[in-house]
């Protein structure tokens, strides 16, 4: 699949990227855009399966990313996140296993109150496994509401990494928004 060297520079342009967008976002129109804003997030986050590869088990995947990129008015975001993950596998005793997802992020969103606001969004991009290296398809997905209250975030959805049977999460976040 990935060698590791192919990881390690796909992490670093996804690094690159993600300090950049600050930069951006405040050179764009003198930093004095009325519409655009520069965003980000970090969150925490867990996530239980109900399959893995075909079979009813229970996985755990905890998760700590963060996500950058570019809001017009309250309405709409668009951003490049990246998530450390670690699953803990409760069944035929494989132990614990490391990677990294990298990902698109789009959200729409409903402002409520000026400090609270109703998300929908999607994700989608690529997984990279560490421990074991290597590893079936890539493939990364995750959709679900969420709310925004003052600077808390609160996220839940469907996580599904790998296509066909692959991995089903259902997956919460909790973290900062600015």
């Known amino acids: 699949m990935f060698k590791k060297r192919q990881l390690t520079n796909c992490l670093g342009w996804l690094i690159a990227i993600l300090c950049c967008i600050p930069l951006s976002m405040s050179a764009a129109n003198g930093g004095n855009s009325k519409d655009i804003y520069y965003f980000g997030e970090y969150h925490l986050g867990y996530g239980t399966s109900s399959s893995v590869n075909g079979y009813s088990t229970y996985t755990g995947n905890v998760l700590l990313g963060t996500v950058q990129g570019v809001r017009y008015k309250e309405y709409f975001q668009l951003g490049i996140g990246a998530d450390a993950q670690m699953y803990t596998?409760?069944?035929?005793?494989?132990?614990?296993?490391?990677?990294?997802?990298?990902?698109?992020?789009?959200?729409f969103s409903y402002p409520v109150t000026d400090e609270f606001f109703v998300t929908l969004g999607g994700s989608f991009g690529a997984q990279f496994p560490i421990k074991p290296s290597g590893g079936g398809n890539p493939f990364y997905m995750e959709i679900g509401p969420g709310l925004i209250y003052k600077n808390l975030l609160f996220k839940t959805g469907l996580q599904k990494i790998g296509s066909g049977d692959g991995t089903s999460h259902f997956i919460i976040k909790i973290g900062f928004h600015f």
């Open 89 to 107: 596998h409760y069944y035929k005793g494989q132990g614990i296993r490391y990677g990294v997802i990298g990902y698109g992020d789009a959200r």
